[in-house]
């Protein structure tokens, strides 16, 4: 018996709690449950309770990891599938997240010359253009 049939509830109503865990948005049902309490789950523009029910159709909303996913549920399941299986369950209507931006190096002082004095503080703001 493959793990898709038995994980398949046919479109009944599963746990909005259980189904983001079984779709792999989180990594334990405590975590999924928890993110679900504190609002960052969201069912069709709603903050829902972890036992709130699902179905396909809904929209479910996850704000996880500073992006947020826009899932529209195209399956329900219970338990938890791979990850093959679990992208088959829903369609993930977000933008892709931004590109990271080339983030500069931290200025790095060589050893023993410690701290920067005010005027040296001062003369390396008004270098990088923090300070007129």
Known sequence: ?????????????????????????FKTRG????AVRAGHVKLNGNAVKPAQQVVPGDRVRVWKNH????????????????????RTCYTDHAPPPPPREFMPAVPRRDPGTGRPTKKERRDMEKFLGRRR
Do not use: C, F, Y
């Open 1 to 25: 018996m493959s793990t898709k049939t038995t994980a398949d509830t046919n479109g009944l109503p599963v746990r909005i709690d259980a189904w983001v865990w079984a779709v792999r948005m």
């Open 31 to 34: 975590e999924a449950a928890d």
């Open 67 to 86: 992006h947020e996913h826009d899932l529209e549920v195209l399956q329900t399941i219970r338990k938890r599938v791979g990850a093959p299986i679990a």
